[in-house]
């Protein structure tokens, strides 16, 4: 599957969907209508805090965009 960042320029004219860091489904994901050449949407960056063996480390994400059709 063809995913890339928000801001980037769409290689191929669709349906993107919004996924999350890895690829994953997202809770109300956006679907936008892309033409080859048109940049895409931004999303907005989130911070993750993962807690491991009593350290909590803080990681910034951002979802990306998937072609779906």
Do not use: C, D, F
Request: glycine share 12%.
């Amino acid at each position: 599957m063809l995913t890339l960042k928000s801001g980037e320029t769409a290689t191929l004219s669709g349906t993107y969907v919004e996924v999350g860091h890895g690829g994953g489904e997202v809770k109300r994901a956006q679907r936008v209508e892309v033409k080859q050449g048109e940049k895409l949407p931004e999303l907005k960056p989130y911070t993750v805090t993962i807690e491991h063996k009593g350290k909590k480390k803080t990681r910034n994400r951002q979802h990306r965009w998937q072609l779906v059709k």
